[in-house]
């Protein structure tokens, strides 16, 4: 069965410090892959898609960056975070359009 | 590309009262539609789906949902919420081919009122 890996599940780091957020999924091929960020008040924003490896859409400008180095593997990344970066951060995945969205269970990130 | 419209951000709403929490989408294509629930600090699960056939889909925890073509919605509904029903709400659209993007609402936050 598929399953979805995201770590950690809280981080506080301070402001201007770099960030990596890895996100991993098993027992499937090829799927989409999905960056969402919720902050407070701000609903659920799509930040990056992925269709493949190296194959990155952004979706809204920020001080936030993706990658794809293998298939089944999506980063997160900012090499100076700012405040405004709080929130709660979910990596998700798809194959068929019958199946929907799998989530992982997130990544809660306090920037101090 | 498919477009999803969650109008409500907050529904308060007492317990054992009913709910209807409202989703509009915008495609160009045949779609499926989804529901889906987050509970704090969690990510998100599947509610119902709807795919083909009986435009009223019934899913966990006695949610239902009704597709309507014509109006491009599906609005998800429940007789009698409960104090565990207090989450927030997601409705998606997907494409019906295969590898399709799937594309979420901004989420609609249900709170029950004792």
């Known amino acids: 069965s598929q399953t979805i890996h995201q770590w950690p599940a809280t981080l506080v780091q301070p402001v201007g410090s770099p960030l990596s957020l890895e996100c991993t999924v098993e027992g499937t091929s090829n799927p989409n892959l999905y960056w969402y960020r919720q902050a407070a008040g701000r609903g659920l924003q799509l930040l990056f898609y992925s269709v493949g490896i190296g194959q990155i859409s952004s979706e809204v400008p920020q001080n936030l960056s993706a990658s794809r180095p293998q298939d089944r593997q999506f980063i997160l990344s900012s090499k100076k975070l700012l405040l405004s970066d709080s929130g709660f951060y979910l990596c998700?995945?798809?194959?068929?359009?019958?199946?929907?969205?799998?989530f992982g269970q997130g990544t809660r990130l306090t920037v101090v | 590309a498919q477009s999803v419209t969650q109008l409500d951000s907050q529904v308060p709403v007492f317990e054992e009262a009913p709910v209807e929490l409202r989703c509009n989408y915008s495609s160009s294509v045949s779609v499926y539609l989804f529901w889906y629930v987050q509970y704090p600090n969690q990510g998100l699960q599947l509610l119902l789906k709807y795919l083909s056939g009986s435009t009223l889909v019934k899913g966990i925890n006695g949610f239902e949902a009704e597709f309507n073509k014509s109006q491009t919605s599906f609005h998800l509904r429940k007789p009698s919420v409960h104090i565990s029903d207090t989450a927030e709400y997601f409705c998606a659209v997907s494409g019906t081919g295969g590898y399709q993007k799937v594309t979420f609402g901004t989420g609609t936050k249900l709170q029950v009122i004792p």
């Open positions: 998700a995945w798809s194959v068929r359009g019958d199946e929907g969205a799998f």
